[in-house]
């Protein structure tokens, strides 16, 4: 179970930086913009703004494809529970990632609910993530 915290982990760091470089073209094609019109106050609904595209980027490759770039290089997947994985699904795991402290919470609370251990989040979505090869078995090698 800890190697899986450790790859979900990885991929995280691997989306938010995915994330954050997003950001930061979008700021610095807006910049010259907000700079000649002397729009700074633009400026004061970046958060918001951030914690849109980073629940939009969550919930499209979740809810569209069961992974992100980050799950998919550590070879995650998420597995629905009941029926398929959906966006709907997608969204709910994805609120707690707005910001740090609301996905810390998350966990630490989903980890002391009760076993097995998962989100909060995940628990809600009726969600789990796995390791690819538990979803999708190897392919057979012809003989």
Wanted: aromatic share 12%; hydrophobic share 60%.
């Amino acid at each position: 179970m800890a190697g899986l915290w450790g790859k979900r982990f990885a991929a995280l760091v691997v989306d938010f930086i995915m994330v954050t470089l997003f950001l930061w073209v979008i700021i610095a094609l807006l910049y010259p913009v907000i700079a000649m019109a002397n729009l700074f106050a633009l400026l004061n609904v970046w958060v918001p703004i951030a914690a849109v595209i980073i629940i939009v980027y969550f919930t499209y490759f979740e809810g569209k494809y069961s992974t992100t770039p980050g799950k998919n290089l550590m070879k995650l997947k998420i597995k629905a529970l009941k029926r398929e994985m959906n966006y709907k699904k997608a969204f709910i795991r994805s609120l707690s990632k707005i910001l740090w402290l609301p996905l810390i919470l998350d966990v630490i609370i989903g980890l002391f609910m009760s076993s097995p251990k998962k989100r909060l989040l995940d628990r809600l979505a009726k969600t789990e993530v796995v390791l690819l090869d538990e979803v999708e078995p190897p392919l057979k090698v012809m003989e």
